[in-house]
């Protein structure tokens, strides 16, 4: 499948996990909003812990750069003791927030059916998910990537119109490539890549050929290989763990991504 002339903005993603205290956070934001580097032919977005989104949010309030929660409650409110409601995300006046994430998924028992409705309460609140799909190692080797692929798709889905499914951030995100020495090969995962468009396409019939998905890839990004991944026709942005928590690779991969449109 041949990509049409790019007309998103390419995308940098960086989540900051449990890394950061929450001062470390702050001074990471006030050094990011300082840099002179950055600009808007990209869409990028920090993902920091929830104790200090707001503080984040307001040191970024004159930036480029938004910020987004890593996770939400998948009820809107209620008796729901140690959650985050989508309101307060909202109140907050975040854009994003992230969805699905392995961790999650492995850790702390998100399922297909918690991540289907945390996905519709996030669009039905108009925030942008940013939903994490990808295999982990054993099922690379048995070479059933593409069938966890689909069904994570599928019933992340369940019940999302196309209007709302363009506004979600697809993050590939193979789980054997995450928190490693290397990310997937960058023809491996351009490859995965076009094989989500093509069933993003296939689900929705008023899609013409999937290019309007907005589809990143995560795991193991460095200032060292993001140009070889942004180089990738079907790879939109990239999300980013450890390499977004130093501002010298932070900088070197916004600019690959701002350039990214030269590479294709
Ligand atoms: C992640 O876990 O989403 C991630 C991309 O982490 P890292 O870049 O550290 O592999």
Redesign the pocket.
């Given at each position: 499948m041949e990509r049409n002339d790019f007309m998103k903005k390419p995308i940098f993603g960086a989540?900051w996990?449990m890394y950061l205290s929450d001062s470390e956070a702050c001074q990471l934001a006030t050094i990011i909003n300082k840099s002179t580097i950055l600009n808007d032919s990209v869409e990028s977005y920090v993902l920091p812990t929830f104790t200090v989104l707001d503080r984040v949010n307001n040191i970024l309030s004159d930036c480029v750069v938004n910020v987004g929660a890593q996770n939400m409650c998948y009820e809107h409110s209620g008796a729901f003791t140690g959650e985050v409601s989508v309101r307060s995300l909202v109140e907050m006046g975040l854009k994003y927030v992230e969805i699905g994430?392995s961790e999650r998924r492995s850790l702390f028992n998100d399922t297909h059916v918690s991540i289907n409705r945390k996905v519709k309460l996030a669009l039905e609140n108009k925030l942008i998910p940013i939903l994490c799909i990808g295999e982990d190692l054993n099922d690379k080797i048995a070479m059933r990537t593409n069938e966890v692929l689909e069904m994570d798709i599928r019933t992340a889905l369940f019940g999302v119109d196309y209007e709302a499914a363009k506004e979600i951030i697809f993050a590939y995100?193979p789980i054997w490539a995450?928190?490693?020495q290397e990310s997937a090969g960058a023809e491996y995962a351009n490859n995965v890549h076009m094989f989500i468009r093509q069933l993003l396409n296939s689900l929705y019939d008023e899609s013409q050929n999937g290019d309007e998905f907005k589809i990143v890839y995560?795991?193991?990004?460095t200032a060292g290989n993001a140009e070889q991944l942004m180089k990738q026709p079907h790879i939109d942005g990239v999300?980013?763990?450890?390499?977004s928590l130093d501002i010298e690779s932070y900088e070197t991969i916004f600019r690959i991504v701002s350039e990214s449109q030269d590479l294709k």
């Open positions: 989540g996990k994430h995100e995450i928190g490693q995560g795991g193991s990004v999300f980013v763990g450890r390499s």
